[in-house]
C-alpha cells in the first residue's frame, strides 16, 4: 500500500528552548510541550493557638503549637512537593522531572492530545453502489495540545470502473530470460487483478492505432528496452549484431533500443501470446537503456495513447540504468530533446543521436504526463531503485520475485494509498478551526475538527480548602489563594508579615523584617528577599510564595510617609527602614528634621559592590537609595547606607555598542549571503554556456575536420 506523509502546522509561532517554570498551570502547558504541572499541595503551615497571627517557621523548623516556639520540622509527608525555598512557579517542569522530585503521577497535569472519529464509512469500490466512499474516515475531531504532533491516518481507494491505463515497460536483455519465460503466463493474472479494480477490461494490441474514446476500458500497453544499437554498449561484429547472445543456438533477437510492441484486445489469451513471441536480447555492459524506454513511453501520447485518466506504467528490470552524460561514450553529444522519435514499428530510430536523458528531465516529463511509475526490480537492486523513486513524484518500489508475479501485487497496491496526516498547533487557537482534505480529482473530501487544550483540568477553585491554612483559602491546582482579611502583622522576632501567603517553609535569613505590601510603586523590600507593588502583584520570598492583596498593616509608622510600611521590631520599636537609610545618608526626606530620634541605627557607608540582598528605592529626588538591614548580636539594628558614588548598576543599559554589534554582525551575515548567492550564479552560468556550446559542436561531430 501506498504512503503519503502530510505535515500540517497551525498556525505558525515556534517554541524555542525547553520548559522553564512557570506561575500557573495554564501557562505552564502553553509554554511548551514538555512542560507538566504538578498539583500535588504543599504541606500546611502551623498557627499559633488563640492568635490570628500566621507565623512562618525557618527552613527546618515547625510551630509548635504548645510550647508556642518554632522547633525542627518533622519528615515531610508524601504529599509533599514545593521545597522550602522554592516558589509555585517550580511545579512547571518536564514529566520525568516532577516525578523524580517526588510528585505523584496521578497529581501531575500533563495534557495530551485526543483525536475522534465522528464519521467513518467502509470504503466502497462498486460502481453500482449509490454512494461511492473512496476516502476514509470522512470526519475527524482533534484536540491539540500546543506543541505537540498529532497524527491519523487517510485511506483513499480508486472506485471499481474508474478508467485507468496500464503500460508494462520490461527489460529484455539477457538476465530477464528467466522472467521473460514466466511473464508468458502473467497475462491472465494481470487479468484478474485488474477485474478487482475495474469492471471493463481491454488490453493494447496494435502500437500506431488509435485508441477509442470510452472511458469504460481498462487499456494495458506492452514495450521492452535493451540499450543503445552503438558501442560500447552493445556488440557491433556483424555476426554479434545479428546474434548478441552468448550460446550460438539461443533464441536471440538483435539488440534495439526501445520498441513499443502491444496492441488493444480484450482476450487474455491473445495478450499472452504476443507478449510470448517476444525473444531475449543482450548486451554489453550491466546499466540498460530505461531511461529511453521511460522517455519515449512517456512523451509519445499519440502512439501510446495514452488518455487523461489514471496512467501506471510498470517498468522491471534486474540492471541499472544510464542516465545523461554516458551517451559520450558512444560519441553521443546532443542532450536528449524531449521529443517523441517512434517508427512506423513502434522502434525508436534516433537512439544513437540523442543522449540518455537526465534524472530530472525524466521525473518532469513523467510529472506533467501524469504517469505513475511503478519499478518493479530484482532484490539486489532495491536500494537503488528506491533512491530513484525519492527523486520521481508519485513513483513506488516493489521487489520483483523470481516468478515476476509480485508485479500483480504491485498493480493492485497502485490503487490503494494510505496518507498518514501529521498535525501541530504551536499556539492556542482562540476557537476552533476546521480543516479539510481533498485528493486531487475526487470530489470526496476528509472534515478535520480542531481545537487546542490550553487550560488545566484542575483550574476548578476548591473554596475554604482545608488544606489552606485550616479552610481559609481558595486551593487551585495545588496553590492556596488567601483572601485580603488574612493578612497579618508578626511582632514577634522570627516572623515576616505577609498576605495571601501560600503555606510553604519560609527559608529566613534575618529576623523581623516588614514588607511594603501597598507601595505605590513597586519597590525591593529589606533584605532584598522580597517584591511587592499596589495590587495582585507575587511577593518573592526566599522559600516563599505569595499573592498580595492591598491591605494596610495596622501598625503606624513614626514618621509614615503615605503608602508605605514600616519596619517592626518585638519591643515596640517602629520606623520607616527606607526613610532612615536616606535620613542617615544624604540628611533628607521625611525624617530628616528628627533622624537622630527616630533613627538609632548605625550606619556605616560602603564603596564596595552590593549583592541581591539589598534593598533599593528611588527617593524623591530621582537618586538610586541602596541598603542593607542586619541584626547584630546584642539585638541592634545596623542600617548599612551604600556610598552614592557607587554606580546604580539598576540604571538603563548603553544600548548603542550592543546595536552597533547586532548591526554589524548581520550586515557581515547578509554580506555573505550576496556574496554566496552570486558565486553560485557564476557557476550556473559558465556551465550552462558550457553546455551551449557542446551542443552546438555536437552537430558537426560526425563530420570530418577535411
Known amino acids: 500500500m501506498g504512503r503519503v506523509t502530510g505535515v500540517i502546522v497551525v498556525p505558525c509561532v515556534s517554541f524555542l528552548g525547553s520548559c522553564q517554570p512557570q506561575p500557573s498551570c495554564h501557562e505552564c502547558i502553553q509554554s511548551h510541550p514538555s512542560c507538566a504541572w504538578c498539583k500535588q499541595p504543599h504541606w500546611v503551615l502551623s498557627r499559633k493557638s488563640n492568635s490570628p497571627l500566621l507565623v512562618c517557621c525557618g527552613n527546618s523548623e515547625w510551630w509548635d503549637k504548645t510550647r508556642q516556639h518554632c522547633k525542627q520540622q518533622p519528615p515531610r509527608s508524601s504529599q509533599d512537593f514545593v521545597q522550602a525555598g522554592e516558589s509555585d512557579a517550580e511545579r512547571c517542569a518536564p514529566r520525568p522531572e516532577l516525578e523524580y522530585r517526588g510528585c505523584l503521577a496521578s497529581e501531575i497535569m500533563d495534557p495530551q492530545g485526543k483525536q475522534r472519529i465522528l464519521e467513518d464509512r467502509p470504503l466502497r469500490d462498486n460502481i453500482y453502489h449509490e454512494n461511492i466512499t473512496q476516502l476514509s474516515p470522512q470526519r475527524i ?42 511473464i508468458k503466463q502473467l497475462g491472465s493474472d494481470l487479468m484478474a487483478a485488474l477485474r478487482k479494480v475495474t469492471t471493463s477490461v481491454k488490453i493494447a494490441l496494435q502500437c500506431v492505432r488509435r485508441l477509442r474514446k470510452t472511458e469504460d476500458l481498462f487499456i494495458v500497453g506492452f514495450g521492452a528496452f535493451v540499450d543503445k544499437t552503438v558501442l560500447p554498449y552493445v556488440n557491433m561484429v556483424p555476426s554479434k549484431r545479428k546474434h548478441p547472445c552468448q550460446i550460438p543456438k539461443e533464441n536471440c533477437q538483435p539488440a534495439f533500443s526501445y520498441r513499443h510492441v502491444l496492441a488493444l484486445t480484450e482476450n487474455a489469451s491473445e495478450f499472452e501470446s504476443r507478449v510470448g513471441q517476444q525473444r531475449i536480447s543482450a548486451n554489453l555492459d550491466d546499466a540498460e537503456g530505461g531511461f529511453d524506454a521511460l522517455m519515449q513511453a512517456a512523451i509519445c501520447k499519440e502512439q501510446i495513447g495514452w488518455r487523461n485518466v489514471t496512467s501506471l506504467l510498470v517498468f522491471t528490470s534486474d540492471g541499472t540504468f544510464h542516465t545523461a552524460g554516458d551517451g559520450k561514450l558512444g560519441g553521443i553529444h546532443i542532450p536528449n530533446d524531449g521529443r517523441c522519435h517512434l517508427d512506423a514499428n513502434g522502434v525508436y530510430s534516433k537512439s544513437h543521436l540523442y543522449d540518455y536523458p537526465s534524472l530530472g528531465h525524466l521525473a518532469e516529463v513523467l510529472s506533467k504526463s501524469n504517469i505513475q511509475p511503478i519499478f518493479a526490480v530484482t532484490s539486489s537492486r532495491l536500494s537503488l531503485y528506491k533512491e ?39 499556539t492556542c487557537l482562540p476557537e476552533s478551526q476546521k480543516l479539510v482534505l481533498r485528493v486531487l480529482g475526487v470530489a470526496e473530501e476528509v472534515q478535520v475538527e480542531l481545537s487546542t487544550t490550553c487550560e488545566c483540568q484542575c483550574e476548578d477553585t476548591q473554596p475554604d480548602a482545608h488544606h489552606c491554612s485550616g479552610g481559609h483559602g481558595n486551593l487551585t491546582c495545588g496553590i492556596c489563594r488567601y483572601l485580603s482579611d488574612l493578612f497579618h502583622c508578626v511582632t514577634g522576632s522570627a516572623g515576616v508579615v505577609i498576605a495571601n501567603a501560600s503555606p510553604i517553609t519560609l527559608a529566613m535569613h534575618v529576623s523581623a523584617a516588614w514588607i511594603p505590601l501597598d507601595a505605590p510603586k513597586r519597590a525591593r523590600s529589606a533584605m532584598g528577599m522580597a517584591t511587592a507593588s499596589a495590587t495582585d502583584v507575587s511577593v518573592t520570598l526566599v522559600g516563599w510564595a505569595a499573592t498580595v492583596l492591598t491591605t494596610r498593616c495596622p501598625v503606624k509608622c513614626t514618621g509614615e510617609a503615605e503608602g508605605r510600611k514600616p519596619m517592626h521590631r518585638g519591643k515596640g520599636l517602629a520606623v520607616c527602614s527606607w526613610d532612615c537609610a536616606e535620613c542617615k545618608a544624604f540628611g533628607t526626606g521625611p525624617l530628616s528634621q528628627n533622624c537622630s530620634n527616630s533613627c538609632s541605627q548605625t550606619v556605616r557607608m560602603l564603596v564596595a559592590s552590593v549583592d541581591e540582598r539589598w534593598c533599593q528605592m528611588k527617593r524623591r529626588d530621582g537618586r538610586l537609595l541602596i541598603y542593607l538591614i542586619e541584626e547584630d548580636k546584642t539585638g541592634s539594628i545596623l542600617l548599612t547606607v551604600n556610598d552614592p558614588k557607587v554606580p546604580d548598576f539598576t540604571s538603563q543599559p548603553n544600548l548603542k555598542p550592543v546595536l552597533m554589534s547586532v548591526v554589524t554582525v548581520v550586515s557581515i551575515g547578509v554580506f555573505l549571503i550576496v556574496l554566496f548567492r552570486g558565486i553560485v550564479e557564476f557557476c550556473d552560468w559558465r556551465k550552462f554556456r558550457h553546455l551551449e556550446k557542446e551542443r552546438k559542436s555536437a552537430l558537426w561531430s560526425q563530420v570530418s575536420a577535411l
Open 388 to 426: 530513484l523513486s525519492k527523486l520521481i513524484p508519485k513513483s513506488v518500489v516493489g521487489e520483483l520475485k523470481s516468478d515476476s508475479r509480485n508485479v500483480v501485487q504491485l498493480i493492485e497496491d497502485a490503487y490503494k494509498v494510505q496518507f498518514t496526516v501529521k498535525i501541530m498547533a504551536t
Open 141 to 182: 475531531v482533534l484536540q491539540l495540545r500546543p506543541g505537540k504532533e498529532q497524527t491519523f491516518t487517510v485511506r483513499f481507494k480508486r472506485a471499481e470502473g474508474y478508467p485507468v491505463d496500464l503500460y508494462y515497460l520490461m527489460d529484455l536483455s539477457y538476465s530477464m530470460k528467466d522472467d521473460l519465460e514466466k
